[in-house]
């Protein structure tokens, strides 16, 4: 009797762990640490925008809309590479090299989450957040996962169009229009993904070699990559200094300054110590430039949103 009992719950069990198991993957798919870090950049410049805080209704749907528009050009990736990452190791446990989703199952999602992301964009912000955002998508989606990701050692310049992409839309969503503060602050994104990405892509090397993708470290030296992580990280210093008088009519005063110079001068110096130690062939700890290099942004977003709010 007991036995007879415990049968419904034992299924049950099974199916609840099976519904979260395919709800993760499908989670994974949208790769949610790259969106969050998507996302850090559009809260400062919707407050840029305003000058102050916009309606707590604007930035949730901006916030929520933006997200699953990211999410949306993560999982078109996943499925459009599905093929080299089951040959690299840390994409290998990815849902669909591991068969936990198909990719009609993928495409699928990425399609729904397009069509909800831009809909809630167009009726809940403004046209040019939402033509913007599906310009990002399109972009990412085909242009750079298609063609220049598996075509050109420059594909991370190309690819950091869409990347800081997020600033222009958070933008476009409070004014319906751009200005010249958004451009400088995509700059900034843009010249920081550089030596962001790079440093990755260093200690992923063998990764990206034996999937046949010519990321920059892969088809060049460390050293010249490292002169150009140099290089990339003082552009977005100049740029990031260059918001101050762009956009002093918006908010930005000494403490956004400040923390430029700060901040700046910390990413830089850390991507001179990559230079360096591949320059002595000492071990080169590429991850120790990519770490700083995110809570730089993180922390260069929070000054914008302080200075703005002060």
């Known amino acids: 009797m007991t036995a007879i009992v415990e049968r419904p719950f034992v299924r049950a069990r099974a199916v609840r762990e099976r519904t979260l198991s395919t709800v993760r993957a499908y ?113 990412y989606a085909v ?29 476009a969503a409070v004014t319906g229009s751009l200005a010249w503060p958004a451009v400088v602050f995509f700059g900034v994104v843009f010249c920081w993904q550089m030596p962001h990405f790079w440093a990755l892509a260093m200690r992923f090397r063998d990764d990206y070699a034996r999937a046949d993708v010519p990321m920059l470290p892969v088809v060049t030296s460390a050293r010249s990559v490292g002169r150009q992580s140099v290089a990339w990280a003082w552009a977005t210093v100049a740029v990031s200094l260059l918001l101050w008088p762009v956009a002093a009519d918006h908010g930005i005063g000494w403490i956004y300054t400040v923390a430029a110079v700060l901040l700046g001068g910390w990413f830089a110096l850390e991507a001179h110590k990559l230079l360096g130690r591949i ?32």
């Open 27 to 139: 989670v994974a798919l949208t790769k949610p640490r790259i969106i969050e870090l998507l996302l850090v950049t559009t809260l400062p410049t919707m407050l840029l925008a305003a000058g102050g805080w916009p309606s707590t209704g604007l930035v949730v749907a901006t916030l929520v809309g933006g997200t699953l528009a990211a999410g949306a050009a993560n999982v078109f990736n996943c499925y459009v590479d599905r093929d080299i990452d089951q040959l690299m190791h840390r994409t290998e446990n990815r849902p669909l090299p591991t068969g936990a989703l198909t990719p009609r199952a993928a495409l699928v999602f990425g399609i729904v989450l397009t069509v909800v992301s831009i809909t809630l964009l167009a009726l809940t912000t403004t046209p040019l957040a939402a033509a913007l955002a599906a310009a990002a998508i399109f972009y």
């Open 143 to 171: 242009l750079y996962t298609m063609v220049f990701k598996r075509r050109t050692r420059r594909s991370t310049e190309f690819g950091g169009v869409p990347g800081a992409a997020p600033v222009l839309i958070g933008w």
């Open 279 to 310: 320059r002595h062939e000492a071990e080169t700890r590429p991850m120790q430039l990519f770490h700083v290099s995110i809570y730089y942004m993180a922390a260069l977003s929070l000054a914008i949103v302080v200075d703005v709010l002060v």
